[in-house]
């Protein structure tokens, strides 16, 4: 059984940083493109960026330049680094993964961890 599971959640001040990890256990071999996302109370689940298996990331325009997104393919692990954090950072940040293991090929998300960004 294959599990995303998210840490590295918390309260920063603004301008603060914090480091998110997504760990993959199970019977994994190989791990695609990781999403990160993130939903903030009353709004859409928001796509903060992208890994490819080979590391060619991707970001929205609303964290460029503040975000990286890394993976460890030997540590079945990907992280999400922020900086310069601000209050509309709030939100619930989840990683999403297509993953193949012993049932196929699968998409799979973590159960999130709350970041809250306030003084």
């Known amino acids: 059984q294959v599990q995303l599971v998210e840490s590295g959640g918390g309260l920063v001040q603004p301008g603060g940083s914090l480091r998110l990890s997504c760990l993959a256990s199970?019977?994994?071999?190989?791990?695609?493109?990781i999403h990160w996302y993130r939903q903030a109370p009353g709004k859409q689940r928001e796509l903060v960026g992208s890994?490819?298996?080979?590391?060619?990331?991707n970001y929205a325009d609303s964290v460029k330049g503040r975000f990286t997104i890394s993976r460890d393919n030997v540590a079945n692990t990907a992280y999400l680094q922020m900086n310069s954090l601000k209050p509309e950072d709030t939100a619930v940040y989840s990683c999403?993964?297509?993953?193949?293991?012993?049932?196929?090929?699968?998409?799979?998300w973590g159960q999130g961890t709350q970041v809250t960004v306030s003084s």
């Open positions: 999403n993964a297509d993953i193949f293991g012993s049932q196929g090929t699968l998409n799979y």
């Open positions: 199970g019977t994994i071999f190989r791990i695609y493109n």
């Open positions: 890994i490819s298996s080979s590391g060619t990331t």
